[in-house]
């Protein structure tokens, strides 16, 4: 009798530290801190990430929504600022510097080239993935590709505000392309989509 007794103890001890672990382990990963934000890269770190998404056809879309992850491009220690970046000075919040902003691509085009043929190729893609809704491609290209709202861009003049003049209505801009098929062959340039046909008129 009191053979079994103590072995009925035993089992109720291992199920009690059993349940107890488990019950630990649950606490632990509850209470364990948020995973520290993505490293920001150096400006040497994203221009060289630009230039290879550009150098490889595969990584056009990459090229066209890359941004630099920090907020203070200038390094003047005023984050969020509205400043002129890149060879043809475009505006932009320091925390939404695309690569198409600063750090060019010929061989898609330069100045309001590169941006129409960024825009293109979004467009045509996410237009092929939502069936045809332009709606819906807006809004995929507006998550892409945007003003960031840390900054006030009302100043800026009309004609100088590139996100307005081409990403703003990009997609509403543009038909439906033809969706591609698996026996198309990849033009010379790579694998970058055409671009899609505007509208008539």
């Given at each position: 009798?009191?053979?079994?007794?103590?072995?009925?103890?035993?089992?109720?001890?291992?199920?009690?530290?059993?349940?107890?672990?488990?019950?630990?382990?649950?606490?632990?990963?509850?209470?364990?801190?948020?995973?520290?934000?993505?490293?920001?890269?150096?400006?040497?770190?994203?221009?060289?990430?630009?230039?290879?998404?550009?150098?490889?056809?595969?990584?056009?879309?990459?090229?066209?929504?890359?941004?630099?992850?920090?907020?203070?491009?200038?390094?003047?220690?005023?984050?969020?600022?509205?400043?002129?970046?890149?060879?043809?000075?475009?505006?932009?919040?320091?925390?939404?510097?695309?690569?198409?902003?600063?750090?060019?691509?010929?061989?898609?085009?330069?100045?309001?080239?590169?941006?129409?043929?960024?825009?293109?190729?979004?467009?045509?893609?996410?237009?092929?993935?939502?069936?045809?809704?332009?709606?819906?491609?807006?809004?995929?290209?507006?998550?892409?590709?945007?003003?960031?709202?840390?900054?006030?861009?009302?100043?800026?003049?009309?004609?100088?505000?590139?996100?307005?003049?081409?990403?703003?209505?990009?997609?509403e801009m543009i038909t439906t392309p033809t969706p591609p098929t698996p026996t198309t062959q990849?033009?010379?340039?790579?694998?970058?989509?055409?671009?899609?046909?505007?509208?008539?008129?």
């Amino acid at each position: 009798m009191k053979a079994q007794i103590t072995l009925e103890t035993i089992i109720m001890l291992v199920v009690l530290l059993v349940l107890a672990g488990v019950m630990i382990s649950l606490i632990l990963t509850t209470l364990k801190p948020p995973t520290s934000p993505e490293k920001v890269l150096s400006k040497q770190e994203f221009l060289a990430q630009c230039e290879n998404y550009c150098n490889d056809p595969e990584k056009v879309v990459d090229y066209c929504r890359l941004y630099w992850n920090g907020n203070d491009w200038n390094g003047n220690k005023i984050s969020y600022e509205t400043i002129q970046v890149g060879e043809y000075r475009w505006y932009a919040c320091e925390d939404r510097i695309y690569c198409f902003l600063v750090k060019p691509c010929d061989r898609l085009g330069t100045g309001l080239d590169l941006l129409k043929r960024c825009r293109d190729v979004l467009c045509g893609i996410y237009i092929n993935k939502h069936e045809g809704d332009i709606n819906l491609a807006q809004r995929a290209l507006q998550n892409d590709v945007g003003f960031s709202n840390k900054c006030n861009f009302g100043s800026i003049p009309q004609e100088e505000n590139w996100y307005k003049r081409i990403f703003e209505k990009g997609c509403e801009m543009i038909t439906t392309p033809t969706p591609p098929t698996p026996t198309t062959q990849p033009s010379e340039e790579g694998s970058i989509p055409p671009p899609p046909t505007p509208p008539m008129g």
